[in-house]
């Protein structure tokens, strides 16, 4: 039972959804020849023993005997269906995920009609996936930002200590390899005599070269000089027809720090989002999956990339993941997360 409204909300969605989903996929036997079905979209499955294209004909089955070495052929062999012994879990799984339907793992365990653990595995496959899917895209952030949801152990935590112990020894373990003083400061310029008098001169409006030496009084070479060190600051610009003005120097740093601002409420948006996403339907996670969470809330929260079809065409074309794979995974200490496109 969902321990929240929106959990209680979530669970009665999911129902509706797997009506329709069961209206199409009436059952087992049909749910196991779509996916056979796109395993081998190309009409023929190549014998892993002797390389032999064998064509597919009459209705789809999973295994063959190859025409010319006689050995089996499995078509969804180190395929992603490899070692699927009911397709319909994972088709419906599939279905809910693509209309934004993601519960927890009792939930859907109790919908499907399948084990607790069942359930968390098809996720965390189908999260593994996406996650592969994030590199290059979105905001980088510490999963010390994440601290608060976690409260369940996994096989990394340091033994008899809380499940946030994990993190500690991730942080601990960064701390040691970074080098001391490793962030670059702007230097404040140093400037002569002549460059803050030039400067005091200069504007956003162009001044002449000619009027500076004029005005500060200086000889042609002096002012020279001291123009070109205020560009060596970047404080001043030269334009055409011997023009100087003040560099945007300032109004660079400024938007700099704006942009920055802005780019840091976008990420503590998209940290508090995936904090309420993950509270309201686990409670809480172990340390090690922040960046599998983060993908199923990529699905959760972007429809457009994740629209009906795309996550069992995604896992169509997939290898094979053994829970192996992600028994092992350990999330970096610091992750990609995404909201909308
Ligand atoms: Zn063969």
Redesign the pocket.
């Known amino acids: 039972m969902p321990f929240n409204q929106s959990g209680n909300e979530n669970l009665g969605k999911a129902l509706l959804f797997l009506k329709e989903f069961d209206a199409e996929n009436l059952d087992e036997k049909i749910c196991e020849l779509k996916a056979l079905q796109i395993c081998c979209r190309l009409g023929f499955t190549i014998?892993k023993?002797?390389n032999?294209h064998q064509m597919l004909k009459g209705e789809l089955q999973r295994m063959y005997r190859?025409d010319?070495?006689r050995?089996e052929?499995w078509i969804t062999g180190g395929s992603f269906f490899d070692h699927v012994r009911k397709f319909r879990p994972y088709l419906a799984s599939f279905f809910l995920l693509e209309r934004g339907i993601i519960l927890s793992a009792s939930d859907l365990s109790n919908v499907l009609g399948i084990s607790v653990d069942m359930a968390g595995k098809i996720y965390k496959r189908i999260a593994k996936l996406v996650s592969e899917k994030m590199q290059g895209l979105g905001s980088d952030i510490s999963t010390t930002e994440l601290s608060k949801i976690v409260c369940r152990r996994t096989i990394e935590t340091p033994a008899r200590q809380s499940p946030l112990a994990e993190e500690v020894e991730i942080q601990k373990r960064l701390a040691l390899c970074e080098p001391e003083g490793s962030i670059e400061e702007l230097k404040e310029p140093e400037l002569t005599t002549n460059e803050v008098a030039v400067l005091a001169l200069l504007s956003e409006l162009p001044t002449t070269f000619a009027a500076i030496c004029e005005r500060v009084r200086l000889e042609c070479a002096d002012a020279s000089a001291a123009v070109m060190g205020l560009e060596l600051w970047e404080l001043a610009v030269r334009l055409p027809g011997d023009r100087y003005i003040l560099s945007d120097r300032k109004t660079k740093e400024a938007s700099k720090a704006i942009d920055s601002k802005s780019q840091k409420s976008k990420q503590s948006k998209a940290v508090l989002g995936m904090i309420d996403f993950v509270e309201e339907r686990f409670q809480g996670i172990g340390r090690k999956n922040h960046q599998l969470y983060a993908a199923l809330y990529w699905i959760f929260v972007d429809r457009k990339r994740w629209g009906p079809g795309s996550i069992l065409q995604l896992c169509a074309q997939s290898r094979h993941i053994p829970y192996r794979e992600i028994l092992e995974y350990v999330s970096p200490p610091t992750i990609k997360i995404l909201t909308r496109a």
Do not use: L
Request: charged letters at 10%; a positive charge.
């Open positions: 014998c023993h002797c032999h190859c010319v070495c050995k052929i």
